[in-house]
């Protein structure tokens, strides 16, 4: 026998602009008691008859947000992608006043087997354009609110040993990412840095590598882009050219024709997947890397990322006696925060034996017989 459905009660009142808003509740009490909580609402000055839906709004939000910051063509993708994929699909279509904490929890956990990075701007995307939603009085408050990522922080990179540095530029002396390696090794430059340089850049005179272009690879043009907008203003700069730079390149130009110092075969700037095929020589050389059926000997017994070799530049320098003023400016750091957080690891890595030393207390063993 089918079961009576509870009657619903509802109760109305007029908004502001005239129409009725209804509010619905198992008892008369509960029904009223959301009404009287929008009359509160609207006496605070929010306007709770707004049916503007998340998505409108954040369209908004984007079109300000590129609007007013000069971004690079990749940070403007990357935005929209994190909108798209992960934020849009989940509140999109939901009307901003009618969001709540558990829409969230459930957008995240949906999200969960992402890096701590993305889940942030995940958050952090979310939570402005929850808050232009506050400054058009849509809303009194975010349910982003005290809403924390879920993954656990990344390893940090770590900087390659010297028997590591010695055994990548062995295992991959005599190929074409050999010179890649060298210069980002001893030049601390970014990967899209390195493939951006054009031999007009290097002053082989006055042994300067000049720093005013890099190459982008947006999720739309895969083939890439020169660029002439850094990535900060801090990354136009000039740094002194190594020996090893010096002498390795120095051969290098005079075997090509092309004005890119890392190019493809026809002589133009390296695509995202001429990048991949180039870098794949290092990963066919890693054990437990793709070299199955390849005729490649895996001989590195640990995993290196481009990105490593501009960190293990840097903690190099600073081993030499660098200042973290001077790595600052010719890594093209626009924060002493990051250069500082090398120099910090770095530091702490180097005084641990003097460390461990000051956590042992003489007259306590003593003490303790």
Known sequence: MATKKAKRIRVSMTLPDGTRKYFDGATKKEAEQKRDEAKR???CGYDIGNN??????????LQEYMAQKKLHTRTKESTEGVFNRYIIPELGNKKIREI????????????????KSTQTKVLNYTNAVFTKAIENDIIPRSPTFNKRP??????????????????????????????FIVVCLFSGLRKGEAAGLMWKDLDFDNRIIHVQR????????RQGEVNDMMKTEAAHRKIPMS?????????????????????????????????RSMWGIVEYRTIGGPATGHHVNATLDFHVTPHQLRHTCATRWIANGMTPKEAQYLMGHSSPDITMGIYA???????????????????????MG
């Open 41 to 43: 609402k609207i006496m």
């Open 52 to 61: 503007t839906t998340f998505g409108e709004l954040a369209d908004i939000w």
């Open 100 to 115: 709540k904490p558990a829409n969230i929890d459930r957008m995240l956990l949906r999200i969960s087997h992402l890096s």
């Open 150 to 179: 879920t993954a656990e922080n990344p390893e940090k990179v770590k900087a390659l040993t010297d028997a590591q540095c010695e055994s990548l530029l062995k295992a991959t002396k005599g190929t074409r990412v050999y010179p």
């Open 214 to 221: 890099s190459i982008v690879w947006p999720i739309s043009n």
């Open 243 to 275: 020996p090893e730079i010096y002498n390795l390149l120095l051969q290098e130009k005079k075997r090509t024709k092309s004005m890119y110092v890392f190019h493809t075969k026809d002589g133009s700037f390296l695509s995202a997947e001429s990048f």
């Open 345 to 367: 690891e770095y530091m702490a890595e180097q005084q641990l034996p003097e460390t461990a030393k000051k956590i042992s207390s003489e007259n306590l063993r003593l003490a």
